[in-house]
């Protein structure tokens, strides 16, 4: 699971793909109902992008990581902690484009389906 969740643009062009490929056919077909039911892929896309960091270390060393205080090193950042901080990065651009997400996703599932 941690390999598919260093790439987070996966989770964010296959929603687009799935919307797309459902607001196509809606639109072809004149159901909308596969259209409102494409927003769930994105909510789910969306929570899985906004839990990232306890998917990817687990809940026990997420929660040892938050109350961690790194004083740092004399010779500088070594490469675990480089990757640490470029993984930091990631998880908080998964939440914030996670957390979007889920509310599109919620609102083209609820209602996705009365533009028809």
């Known amino acids: ?28 077909t004149g159901e909308w109902h596969w259209f409102g039911r494409s927003g769930s ?4 896309a969306g929570i899985l992008l906004s839990v990232r960091p306890i998917l990817r270390m687990g809940v026990e060393k997420y929660i040892e990581q938050q109350n ?11 490469l675990k902690e480089i990757e ?15 957390s979007f997400m889920t509310i599109v996703g ?7 389906d009365l533009l028809g």
């Open 68 to 78: 961690n205080k790194d004083m740092g090193t004399i010779l500088g950042d070594t």
């Open 84 to 98: 640490e901080h470029d993984q930091i990065k990631l998880d908080v651009r998964g939440l914030y484009t996670g």
């Open 41 to 44: 892929i994105v909510t789910m």
């Open 1 to 28: 699971m941690n390999k598919i969740l260093s790439n987070i643009y996966l989770f964010i062009i296959l929603p687009i793909c799935a919307v797309s490929a459902s607001l196509t056919a809606s639109y072809i």
């Open 106 to 112: 919620t609102l083209i599932w609820g209602y996705g």
